[in-house]
């Protein structure tokens, strides 16, 4: 069936490299007064949620609408899973606009998404029993019963391989997968990760299995689980697809694992989407890694030029995008670490701003929040500091609930609470932080951070034989 790689959803060549950048938005609705109406469909991938402010975002797709088609130039295809929503994103939307076809409701309707990655996540079209399942995950994952939403994957999961739905399967326990990975069950949710992928014969979808598994424990700072899995996507990849969007893509995220290690991928990831797409998004994003690379070596003139570059790109192609959030961190702490104190924080208020305006309640509003607070602690206004880090905590909370970041803010909040004399706040933040990061593992290298901090406190206040019990 020529290149294993080119799943059947696919129709035409891997594409041509295109260099379209623009942003519009063109809706065409199918379903008129009078005409026939299509079934509703039993494929596609069902959109649980899109980032503010990007491709997906500015094209009007919704929560809820099923993706089922795409076309691009004289390229085009399904979209049964998604997996294949996946594929065709990373795959697709760098070489230009790209054509989705969505049912909403009864509706067919055609959105162009512009060029660059759509940030939406999503699930396999189910019956009713089905999407009744997935419901109830999310309303126990909001509870934090990861327990109970384990059960519920599990189960779901048993019922599409009783009725031979592989596809569903796969997603059904990379969820399982992902509920054991915030229990700390490593090993298990391992397992369980590979028992998802045997669900999974086709090759492309198989990498796009991982490639999503990847992201998912990336966003929930799984890093090691992260980069065990965008390894297994980019063995699956190379010797295939070598100069591909898709495998860009993974290359830029693994090196977003371990900025230490993974040079010579995130140079690649910058060429290949060069090639692809000249200065775009994509490239732009890839440019960052780079970036972040060189600035956890101490490379700090590299690291700034390189994220310049990508500010100015950004600027250009989307100026209202997420990815101008986190460049401006990430100058902003480029400046820190020179000692700029007045520069980093022009950076960050400024990456605060817009983050505010164009993706409120995102994590992009915790971490710049965060680094506000860090620059109003170090100036000695404790007090700004303090209503920051509330913000960024407020964020994280909703954003990613017993995560590091909640973690961090917690641990931050009680080191000005000290500062300004509060013992009892402070004790308060740091054993709530010493909690969530006993229980997120062997990955959290900061309890004994949290254990000296509740020795200081303790002993602060004369409780010398609790202080010990700490330091």
Same mark, same amino acid.
Request: charged letters at 25%; aromatic letters at 6%.
């Given at each position: 069936?020529? $290149?294993?790689?080119?799943?059947?959803?696919?129709?035409?060549?891997?594409?041509?490299?295109?260099?379209?950048?623009?942003?519009?938005?063109?809706?065409?609705?199918?379903?008129?007064?009078?005409?026939?109406?299509?079934?509703?469909?039993?494929?596609?991938?069902?959109?649980?949620?899109?980032?503010?402010?990007?491709?997906?975002?500015?094209?009007?797709? /919704?929560?809820?609408?099923?993706?089922?088609?795409?076309?691009?130039?004289?390229?085009? +295809?399904?979209?049964?899973?998604?997996?294949?929503?996946?594929?065709?994103?990373?795959?697709?939307?760098?070489?230009?606009?790209?054509?989705?076809?969505?049912?909403?409701?009864?509706?067919?309707?055609?959105?162009?998404?512009?060029?660059?990655?759509?940030?939406?996540?999503?699930?396999?079209?189910?019956? +009713?029993? #089905?999407?009744?399942?997935?419901?109830?995950?999310?309303?126990?994952?909001?509870?934090?019963? %990861?327990? *109970?939403?384990?059960?519920?994957?599990?189960?779901?999961? /048993?019922?599409?391989?009783?009725?031979?739905?592989?596809?569903?399967?796969?997603?059904?326990?990379?969820?399982?997968?992902?509920?054991?990975?915030?229990?700390?069950?490593?090993?298990?949710?391992?397992?369980?990760? /590979?028992?998802?992928?045997?669900?999974?014969?086709?090759?492309?979808?198989?990498?796009?299995?991982?490639?999503?598994?990847?992201?998912?424990?990336?966003?929930?700072?799984?890093?090691? &689980? &992260?980069?065990?899995?965008?390894?297994?996507?980019?063995?699956?990849?190379?010797?295939?697809?070598?100069?591909?969007?898709?495998?860009? %893509?993974?290359?830029?995220?693994?090196?977003?694992?371990?900025?230490?290690? @993974?040079?010579?991928?995130?140079?690649? &990831?910058?060429?290949? @989407?060069?090639?692809?797409?000249?200065?775009?998004?994509?490239?732009?994003?890839?440019?960052?890694?780079?970036?972040?690379?060189?600035?956890?070596?101490?490379?700090?003139? %590299?690291?700034?030029?390189? @994220?310049?570059?990508?500010?100015?790109?950004?600027?250009?192609?989307?100026?209202?995008?997420?990815?101008?959030?986190?460049?401006?961190? $990430?100058? +902003?702490?480029?400046?820190?670490?020179? #000692?700029?104190?007045?520069?980093?924080?022009?950076?960050?208020?400024? &990456?605060?701003?817009?983050?505010?305006?164009?993706?409120?309640?995102?994590?992009?509003?915790?971490?710049?929040?965060?680094?506000?607070?860090?620059?109003?602690?170090?100036?000695?206004?404790?007090?700004? *500091?303090?209503?920051?880090?509330?913000?960024?905590?407020?964020? %994280?909370?909703?954003?990613?609930?017993?995560?590091?970041?909640?973690?961090?803010?917690?641990?931050?909040?009680?080191?000005?609470?000290?500062?300004?004399?509060?013992?009892?706040?402070? /004790?308060?933040?740091?054993?709530?932080?010493?909690?969530?990061?006993?229980?997120?593992?062997?990955?959290?290298?900061?309890?004994?951070?949290?254990?000296?901090?509740?020795?200081?406190?303790?002993?602060?206040?004369?409780?010398?034989?609790?202080?010990?019990?700490?330091?």
């Amino acid at each position: 069936m020529g $290149n294993p790689m080119q799943n059947p959803c696919a129709r035409g060549r891997w594409g041509a490299p295109h260099t379209l950048l623009g942003i519009c938005a063109t809706i065409l609705i199918l379903s008129l007064p009078g005409c026939s109406r299509p079934p509703p469909p039993s494929s596609g991938a069902v959109v649980l949620s899109r980032q503010p402010g990007e491709a997906a975002a500015r094209a009007g797709i /919704e929560p809820g609408d099923i993706v089922t088609d795409w076309e691009r130039d004289d390229e085009g +295809g399904t979209i049964s899973s998604p997996f294949d929503l996946i594929i065709v994103e990373q795959e697709q939307a760098p070489r230009g606009p790209v054509v989705l076809t969505v049912r909403r409701g009864r509706r067919e309707i055609q959105m162009e998404a512009a060029t660059g990655r759509w940030f939406v996540r999503s699930r396999p079209v189910l019956d +009713g029993a #089905g999407s009744a399942g997935v419901s109830s995950a999310a309303s126990q994952i909001a509870r934090d019963d %990861f327990a *109970a939403t384990l059960a519920t994957w599990r189960s779901l999961a /048993e019922n599409a391989e009783t009725e031979d739905r592989p596809l569903d399967a796969g997603w059904f326990r990379l969820q399982a997968g992902m509920a054991l990975a915030l229990m700390g069950r490593e090993e298990e949710s391992t397992s369980e990760l /590979e028992l998802g992928r045997s669900e999974i014969a086709d090759p492309s979808l198989r990498a796009a299995y991982w490639d999503l598994a990847g992201i998912n424990l990336l966003d929930a700072g799984k890093r090691p &689980a &992260a980069e065990s899995a965008f390894s297994e996507a980019l063995q699956l990849k190379e010797g295939v697809a070598p100069r591909s969007g898709s495998i860009a %893509f993974t290359l830029s995220q693994l090196a977003r694992t371990n900025m230490r290690r @993974y040079e010579d991928e995130a140079r690649r &990831a910058v060429e290949v @989407y060069e090639e692809i797409q000249g200065e775009g998004l994509e490239t732009a994003a890839a440019l960052n890694t780079l970036g972040a690379r060189a600035h956890v070596r101490s490379e700090l003139d %590299f690291a700034e030029s390189v @994220y310049r570059r990508s500010l100015r790109i950004t600027e250009r192609v989307v100026p209202g995008s997420s990815l101008k959030t986190t460049l401006l961190g $990430n100058l +902003g702490l480029v400046a820190l670490k020179r #000692g700029d104190l007045d520069s980093a924080r022009l950076l960050f208020r400024r &990456a605060l701003d817009l983050a505010e305006q164009v993706t409120p309640q995102s994590v992009h509003v915790g971490f710049a929040a965060n680094c506000v607070g860090l620059v109003e602690k170090n100036l000695g206004d404790f007090e700004a *500091a303090r209503v920051h880090y509330q913000r960024a905590l407020e964020v %994280f909370r909703l954003r990613r609930p017993g995560g590091e970041e909640v973690a961090g803010t917690l641990n931050n909040l009680g080191n000005v609470a000290m500062r300004q004399g509060d013992l009892k706040a402070a /004790e308060r933040y740091h054993a709530e932080a010493l909690e969530l990061r006993t229980r997120l593992g062997p990955e959290c290298s900061d309890v004994a951070s949290s254990l000296s901090n509740l020795g200081s406190i303790a002993r602060q206040g004369g409780r010398l034989s609790i202080a010990r019990q700490y330091l």
